[in-house]
């Protein structure tokens, strides 16, 4: 089993980095946002990985930090999810959206995750809601709560990007007093539109 990998970025596709560890080349599979968070690294970087095994292929997964591996391994350990979907579904939303769905059984925050239907939102919802708000907790890692996903949820229906809306309701939510939903909504906006 391989843990993880230190070393030099020696090339980045599109969903794949291959780094160099003492004149190897490991080609690892990554999330768009670990290509993101890469792209600009010189020197050393550091990948938690995961080895999957098959028949004819043995692929190599890779995350910046541990507690998005752990969160790859909850979401594969759901029956007929595979690592491609696991890939997908970190890939286009990040781990405390994707926890926060999961704990606030939000099914709407899943469907929007290309690949994932209702029954598989339900299902992974089932799977994974108790093993995820256990697994944040011992991470102290920080979920959207409710509120949060709503005002999220009401800046992408008024045409907001998903990213964009999630970083503005974070940053603003700390610093409201009495927080509604209302409030929330209004902040965030008036930091979108000075973009």
């Known amino acids: 089993m391989i843990s993880h990998l230190s ?31 890469l792209a600009g690294k010189k020197g050393k970087v550091k990948l938690y990985t995961h080895l999957n095994v098959r028949e004819d292929a043995l692929t190599l997964y890779g995350f910046t930090d ?16 595979g690592p491609q979907l696991a890939m997908k579904i970190l890939s286009q939303v990040k781990v405390e959206e994707f926890a926060g769905a999961i704990i606030n059984e939000d099914e709407k925050v899943l469907t929007r995750i290309s690949g994932i239907g209702q029954k598989s939102a339900k299902r992974l919802i089932l799977e994974l809601k108790e093993k995820t708000r256990k697994k944040m907790e011992a991470h102290d890692f920080k ?9 999220v949820s009401a800046l992408i229906s008024l045409g907001f990007d998903r990213n964009d809306s999630v970083d503005a309701v974070r940053a ?7 927080l509604t939903i209302e409030a929330l909504i209004k902040e ?6 000075e973009k």
């Open 143 to 151: 979920v959207t709560n409710d509120i949060n996903h709503d005002a």
């Open 7 to 37: 070393g030099e970025i020696a090339q980045i596709g599109d969903v794949f980095v291959v780094i160099d560890v003492g004149g190897i080349g490991y080609h690892v599979n990554v999330t768009q946002y670990a290509l993101h968070e």
């Open 66 to 81: 541990p507690v998005k591996l752990e969160m790859f391994h909850l979401i594969t350990s759901v029956s007929g999810v």
């Open 188 to 193: 965030a906006l008036s930091r979108l539109r």
């Open 172 to 178: 603003v939510s700390g610093d409201i007093g009495e």
